[in-house]
């Protein structure tokens, strides 16, 4: 599972964010909050990261604190 990625932001529009870390870019869906606070692109940033796996997909989404995660994790968790 990954939970946290450090790296340099390489894009970001309305619906996410890509982060390259160690040569990898990681593609991350991610609040309109988060992203208006994350930095500019190419700058060196640190994200939260919730590790959604179903069958078709494996999906990653991005936090900038602790507490929104927190919250989204708990929103996902109610059936």
């Known amino acids: 599972m ?7 932001l390489v894009y970001k ?3 996410g964010a890509v982060i390259e870390c160690g040569g990898v870019g990681y593609g991350l869906a991610m609040s309109l909050s988060s992203l208006a606070r994350i930095g500019s692109e190419g700058s060196e940033v640190h994200v939260l990261v919730h590790t959604h796996v179903s069958q078709d997909a494996l999906r990653l989404y991005g936090f900038l604190d602790a507490e929104e995660r927190r919250s989204f994790e708990v929103l996902v968790s109610i059936t």
Do not use: H, K, T
């Open 2 to 8: 990954i939970a946290s990625l450090r790296g340099r």
């Open 13 to 15: 529009d309305a619906q």
